[in-house]
C-alpha cells in the first residue's frame, strides 16, 4: 500500500454490521472510534500502554480533531488504517496524522489529524510531558 508518508503504523481492520449506518455506508462515527483505537494501538507499540499512562499519572487528551471524509466504506470492507506522530513540542502537545485505505483498491476513504495536550490524570489540568514521552514520541514524529 502506498501511503502519504513514510513508515506509517497500520492496523487491519474490516467492516462489521454494527458499523452500518441507515445510510447502509460506515457511520462518521466509526472513523473516530477507529482514529482513537490506532492511536492506542501505536502508542502501545511504542511502549506507552494505559497502565504506564495511569502510572506516571498522565494522559494525552483531545484537544482538537479534523476528520475529511473522502469516499464511504460498506460493509464487509476490508482496510488498513495508517498513522504518523507529526509534531511533538517537547512541552505540552503532539499531533497525529491518520489516512484509511480500502485494501485492495488502496483508495483513501479519510484523512485525518488530531491535536492532544498532555494533562494530570489526578487533576485534569494541563502539564507538562514527561521525559518519557518526549523521548518516545519525539523519536517517533515523522516529517510532513
Known sequence: MEWALPDPFVINLQVTPEAIDAYQHVNNSEYLRWVEQVSWAHSEALGLSLARY???DRAMVVQRHELDYLAPAFIDDKLQLATWIVACDGRFSLTR???LKRVGSGKTLLNA???FACVTLSSGRPTR???E???IYGGAVVTE
Do not use: A, E, G, I
Open 129 to 131: 510531558l514527561p521525559d
Open 133 to 135: 514521552y518526549q523521548r
Open 113 to 115: 489529524r488530531t491535536k
Open 97 to 99: 496524522r491518520f489516512q
Open 54 to 56: 495511569q502510572s506516571l
